[in-house]
């Protein structure tokens, strides 16, 4: 059976690099190359914003969370879903006329520019580690598949290098024309196969019984839960993937659109894998949490194994191309071309393909240090909730001096750099202290702009 997964997994690796190449000739300007031209349909704004948010994380990650805590894990996603509700809302903000390329132009907009230069690099950190963790699932996931022919190295290795090339030949088309693909694959692949798992095993009847497996906030705890959701909804309003795919829309209406109906597809899938690692758990007690869902290949026969395997697997890409592609955007038109002064096309579009090649081998590398996707996600995550704090303030308060923005943002990486050094966050989430000292800093230069007026 391994060499049958083998084949369907190398067949899958060319209608990828097929379709990156095919879109070639759409990406030979910088701005086909990082937004696609700003003229993508509702269809394709779907699929990247489904493919964003079904990634390594939703999917492996999700199972693995519900294997260790329950159906409580699917709080992590939760804020995800009611983020895109909020942005899809929000979007004529955030585009501000179709200007806008990355959070930098929405910092920029409302701050001076150190603030948001140091935004920009808080967000960056966020989405490079984003794709580690969509490595680090290809890993896992192949590892368990191809047991005994690839391994877990191997297979992270494999899975940055497919993505990362359709990436560099396509850019932000490729990325919008294979999340088509990856979405097809995952919704028909998940479905039919976690309904087989569900149906056939009773797994989930058996762990109904178990003490918190089935329970709303399971083992997390309701503060745990909520911390899950609340970081996820900042995480996801600004996210860099979801600021490039609305700036890759043709108009603001389908950008708006095409949001919407991409979290509608994301939901069910999501869910599916969430009760497929509570199964995972009654059938492979004692297998490392990161291997439940690929476990739950041995039982499914070929004809369902073969697509649930690759419903596995294309999430990975679906979710780490966006990633690395908005990480690509950000640093090209952020950083890049601002500070070399470059303005020659040709010269940004090759510097492009660099960029892209080059984030995804540092976060190849970042990926033999992950443990717990979730948890680890939800830690670098707080970075994004700043960023959210400070554009609000200047979106719906009154304004509020540069000075205190970039003391919010500098003062989050403090804390969260302080966390980790002495071990706090195991006691408290990051994103409480956090959010008391921001709200403590915007307090204080709402005071005093007011007094200066």
Request: charge should be positive; hydrophobic fraction near 55%.
């Amino acid at each position: 059976m391994a060499g049958v997964f083998l084949v369907s997994i190398l067949a899958y690796i060319c209608l990828l690099w097929a379709t990156g190449l095919y879109v070639t000739k759409k990406s030979t300007s910088t701005d086909a190359y990082l937004i696609a031209s700003r003229g993508l349909s509702v269809p394709f704004v779907s699929a990247l914003t489904a493919g964003t948010w079904i990634g390594g994380v939703s999917i492996v990650g999700m199972a693995q969370g519900a294997y260790i805590h329950g159906i409580s894990a699917l709080w992590f996603q939760a804020g995800i879903w009611i983020a895109m509700c909020g942005t899809a809302l929000m979007l004529n903000k955030i585009m501000e006329g179709k200007k806008t390329y990355s959070i930098l132009d929405v910092v920029g907009s409302l701050y001076d520019a150190k603030t948001a230069r140091l935004a920009g690099i808080m967000q960056l950190v966020f989405s490079i580690w984003v794709v580690t963790m969509q490595i680090v699932g290809g890993g896992a996931v192949l590892s368990v598949i191809l047991k005994g022919q690839l391994s877990f190295k191997a297979g992270m290795v494999l899975t940055a290098a497919v993505f990362t090339v359709y990436n560099i030949v396509g850019g932000f088309t490729a990325t919008a024309y294979t999340n088509l693909v990856h979405i097809c694959t995952i919704f028909i692949g998940m479905t039919v196969g976690g309904l087989y798992i569900l149906l056939n095993t009773g797994a989930i009847g058996h762990m109904a019984t178990q003490a918190h497996y089935l329970q709303p906030f399971g083992d997390l705890g309701i503060s745990q839960a909520l911390s899950w959701a609340y970081i996820n909804f900042t995480l996801g309003v600004l996210a860099q993937p979801v600021i490039n795919t609305a700036s890759s829309a043709k108009s603001l209406r389908e950008g708006r659109n095409g949001i919407l109906i991409g979290n509608l597809i994301a939901v069910p899938v999501v869910i599916l894998a969430a009760l497929c690692g509570i199964a995972a758990k009654n059938l492979f007690p004692h297998i490392p949490s990161l291997n439940a869902l690929p476990a739950l290949l041995t039982i499914l026969p070929p004809y369902l194994a073969i697509p649930f395997l690759i419903s596995m697997w294309a999430p990975l890409m679906s979710s780490g191309s966006p990633f690395l592609m908005g990480a690509t955007t950000l640093t090209v038109r952020g950083y890049i071309a601002p500070f070399l002064k470059l303005k020659a096309d040709k010269t940004l579009l090759l510097i492009s393909r660099f960029v892209t090649l080059a984030i995804g081998t540092v976060a190849l590398l970042l990926g033999f240090f992950v443990k717990e996707i979730l948890r680890e996600v939800t830690w670098i995550a707080v970075l994004l909730t700043a960023i959210v704090y400070i554009v609000f303030a200047g979106w719906i308060g009154k304004k509020i001096g540069s000075t205190y923005a970039f003391a919010s943002l500098l003062g989050t990486v403090i804390i969260v750099l302080f966390s980790f050094l002495f071990g706090s966050y195991k006691f408290i989430h990051p994103v409480w202290p956090v959010t008391i000292y921001v709200f403590f800093v915007l307090g204080i230069g709402s005071v005093a702009q007011r007094q200066t007026r």
